[in-house]
């Protein structure tokens, strides 16, 4: 069909070569790309040169329902949702392109009558490890949903130069390498210099009186820096919605500093070049204290002031004033990195655009809202006055302003209740002063928010108490979700197939439709096909492990899966402590009947979290040990895979039979591995934390291994006085355990290596594994006793993995869309001379 000859625009035929998905014109494209994008015959091609070709040629396909999309949004004053996150952990886009453009199979073939190996150059990818963990892999899945539901959304984050490092492993301790994802280009991105910003640092406030004699404060910077967007599309499962991930990017102003400020300092201009470009050089790892991180709060205003702007200049493009911004923007701030945010709107209202104070508050308390995602009190963002004062001067006074009137009202609701004043306050005044990031976010927003039923329980009795009292209509809970697009389709397509052969494929995008499979979990023939793709998926870990690690693993064993980040309240050690137990038990009696399993570990440690990197050590000279005792027959091996990242998640998900979610009960806010792992067919051996106690009622206590104090039992335990040392001396099981590791066994007879940990749970064990151990190793036998039976363990597997519907992030984001954001689905129409809905 002929597109209408009406506009100069209009006649931009697309060419067929960059939308046809006939094989022939799929071949030809990658062809195409390959001579005039990567510039090479095939002849002296890369790998690499080939998957860009591929990767151009997928991304040609979904240009013109992203250009539709960004035109349908820019036409309509609908209400886009902009999510506010330091980090955003999007794993390889190609394969997820792929499935959401439903033309996986078609692409394959192209790619193999080329004469290329698809999964080769799938491999090449680079993944954009944006982020540390669950936090940015939620943004990833949120963006997803946000698309396939068809909701207008903006992610904006920061296009670090180095995401989270690459882990090497050697001598059983972490090593890390820099992550260089950029190397040889990005074909996912397109740059948008045109639509750069500006934002200040340092320097000084001015007050003046404007023309009509009003007082203003005017903002003189030391610095500016300039903000470059990177756009990425963000494409739905099979809709024509493609929303945009803008990542900013710092670079120095050119003529700027060159020309006025510089004259004759040719280097100290350079320099300054250098001092911008760093501010997005490098992710932060998380779990470490945050304090006195002056790049960090450059990292966070930057990238909140630049989609702030970014915001207003679109709001200001489709209408005259910004009085109804929070009719035209949700912006959520994932977590409290971005809650300098509410004092930058302020700012941009107030001193940029002349709102009067109240106005500008409601409408900011309207924009935003907050997600909390953890209680941990070392993680919770403040920043030493005197380093916000001098990087932020004018949000400094914003802020005093704000805390001054909201202290206030606290004051006229609590009169004389000065202990409650002091504890709201947006500044901690106990010893050296701190700016309170998530007192700033909850001040600043309409709704605030937990990742898990438990979660947000904890945070209205404990972290936010005191906002809880004053605003309780604030509160609501938003239990995290993954999509299935990823975690089921893209990762584990054997089981996406035989689902889609026994319930049709409404499920990928209504998950809750899995329950039709209940039906078939007493068919022998369905469990003996749901267990063999078990296996296969096994077999190929195992091959993989053997290739790229040099390990033998048994498929036949029980596959035991701890990955996450490693964390002492996330309990590595306790399983390592369950290893050791089992490897006494065939060591006392080498012909006691245990069931073979391969415990798997794999997660990235803080560069600078010392217990951590001792935990990822231990675990690995206990493998040392296990794996090479004839004694063990093979019947446990323990490995240790690096570098987890997306990518082997997608792996190693779906290989899972038991997946270990064993954090001390209070601790983990929600959880989304364990999400993942019961989507694909695993049991979960967990405590009653985060989301574990949701996936358990919704799989039925009876599909579930628990085990471990309850978080009430944890605070009365803590309140009474735990003593780790009565529970070394009660259990001889544990004590033999123990001991064992002091006495050097797995350190080569080294009795120092391991005692930092050792003391750290015989003296404090502040996550009280002590305390659970033997609850830990009972639930572990009872795991034992139900994989001997075969066709039990797949009923149950069946089982977990059916009823998981409530977890898709599908129903997170529609929960957020009806209670906080007040966002509605936008249909795209494609324009006519580009193809049809897959
Ligand atoms: C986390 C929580 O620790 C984790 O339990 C939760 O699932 C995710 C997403 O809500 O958020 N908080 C956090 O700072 N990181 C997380 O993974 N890094």
């Known amino acids: 069909m002929n597109p209408p000859v009406e506009t100069l625009q209009q006649t931009i035929k697309v060419e067929d070569d960059r939308t046809g998905l006939s094989l022939e014109t799929l071949k030809r494209a990658i062809a195409d790309n390959l001579f005039y994008i990567q510039g090479k015959y095939p002849a002296i091609a890369t790998k690499n040169d080939f998957y860009m070709a591929l990767a151009y040629t997928v991304r040609d396909r979904l240009l013109q329902r992203w250009l539709n999309t960004t035109e349908t949004y820019l036409k309509s004053k609908v209400k886009v949702v902009c999510y506010l996150s330091a980090e955003f952990l999007m794993g390889p886009h190609l394969s997820n392109n792929l499935v959401n453009l439903g033309i996986y199979d078609q692409v394959r073939r192209a790619v193999e009558e080329s004469g290329l190996d698809f999964v080769e150059l799938r491999e090449q990818e680079e993944e954009p490890g944006l982020g540390n963990g669950g936090l940015g892999r939620l943004a990833a899945c949120y963006m997803d949903s946000l698309a396939s539901l068809e909701i207008p959304a903006i992610g904006y984050g920061i296009r670090y130069e180095f995401g989270i490092f690459d882990q090497e492993i050697r001598d059983g301790w972490q090593i890390e390498i820099t992550d260089k994802w950029l190397r040889y280009g990005n074909p996912w991105e397109i740059e948008r210099p045109e639509a750069s910003i500006d934002v200040k640092f340092g320097g000084y406030t001015q007050a003046y009186n404007d023309e009509n004699g009003h007082y203003r404060v005017r903002w003189i910077p030391d610095i500016i820096v300039k903000g470059v967007p990177y756009d990425t599309p963000i494409l739905g499962y099979k809709v024509n919605t493609a929303n945009t991930l803008r990542l900013w990017k710092a670079e120095a102003p050119e003529s700027f500093e060159f020309e006025a400020f510089n004259v004759g300092d040719y280097y100290g201009a350079v320099n300054e070049k250098v001092v911008a470009e760093n501010i997005t050089k490098v992710l932060y790892p998380n779990d470490e204290p945050i304090q006195g991180k002056q ?238 793709i078990k296996q296969d998926i096994k077999r190929d870990l195992a091959e993989y492990v053997k290739k790229n690690h040099a390990i033998d693993i048994n498929p036949q064993s029980l596959f035991d899966v701890q990955v996450k980040r490693i964390h002492e309240y996330k309990r590595q050690h306790l399983n390592a402590l369950y290893i050791i137990t089992l490897y006494n038990q065939i060591k006392q009696n080498p012909n006691i009947d245990v069931v073979p399993r391969t415990f798997i570990f794999g997660g990235k440690a803080a560069p600078g979290y010392f217990m951590a990197k001792l ?108 003593n780790p040392w009565d529970y070394y001396h009660a259990n001889s099981q544990l004590k033999t355990v123990i001991d064992l590791i002091s006495s050097g066994f797995f350190s080569h007879g080294d009795t120092n290596l391991f005692r930092p940990l050792v003391d750290s749970l015989l003296y404090h064990d502040q996550y009280m594994l002590f305390a659970d151990y033997q609850s830990y190793v009972d639930c572990q036998e009872q795991v034992n006793q139900a994989y001997r039976d075969e066709e039990k363990w797949t009923r149950m597997s069946i089982l977990n993995a059916v009823r998981m519907g409530k977890f898709s992030s599908d129903r997170a984001i529609r929960e957020y869309c009806q209670e906080i954001w007040n966002a509605q689905p936008v249909n795209v129409e494609m324009q006519e001379y580009v193809q049809p809905k897959p």
């Open 295 to 532: 790049l960090r709060l450059q990292q966070q205003y930057f990238f909140v002031s630049c989609s702030l702007q970014d915001m207003i200049r679109l709001h200001l493009h489709r209408q005259d004033s910004l009085d109804n911004f929070h009719e035209s923007f949700a912006v959520q701030l994932n977590d409290t990195h971005p809650a300098i945010g509410v004092a930058e709107l302020m700012r941009l209202l107030v001193d940029e655009h002349q709102i009067d104070w109240d106005r500008a508050w409601q409408i900011t308390q309207n924009t935003f809202a907050y997600t909390n995602h953890t209680l941990l009190p070392e993680a919770l963002e403040k920043w030493p006055l005197s380093l916000f004062g001098r990087l932020l001067p004018r949000h400094l006074q914003i802020i005093y302003e704000i805390n001054q009137r909201f202290l206030g009202q606290v004051r006229a609701k609590y009169p004389d209740d000065h202990q409650r004043i002091a504890r709201l306050s947006l500044i901690d005044e106990s010893g050296e002063k701190y700016i309170r990031m998530a007192h700033l976010a909850s001040v600043g927003s309409h709704a605030i928010n937990g990742v898990a039923a438990l979660h947000t329980k904890l945070l209205q009795q404990d972290v936010l108490r005191d906002f809880y009292e004053l605003w309780p209509e604030k509160f609501t809970n938003k239990t995290n979700g993954v999509t299935p697009r990823r975690w089921i389709v893209v990762s584990n397509p054997k089981l996406a197939e035989l689902i889609n052969r026994k319930i049709g494929t409404n499920w990928i995008k209504h998950l809750e439709e899995l329950k039709q499979l209940e039906a078939f979990v007493e068919d022998a023939e369905f469990r003996q096909q749901w267990r063999q």
């Open 615 to 722: 935990i990822i050590k231990l675990i690995n000279s206990v493998a040392q040990v296990v794996n090479n005792d004839p004694d063990v027959r093979e019947r446990l091996k323990v490995v240790f895979l690096p570098d987890y990242n997306v990518r082997f998640g997608q792996r190693v998900y779906p290989a899972a039979d038991l997946s270990e979610q064993i954090s001390t009960a209070g601790k983990e806010a929600s959880g989304t591995g364990n999400m993942k792992f019961s989507m694909n067919g695993a049991l979960t051996i967990g405590t009653l934390d985060g989301a574990n106690i949701e996936i358990r009622e919704e799989v039925g206590a009876e599909n579930f291994f628990l085990f471990g104090l309850t978080t009430p039992e944890v605070y009365a335990l803590k309140a009474k006085g735990y």
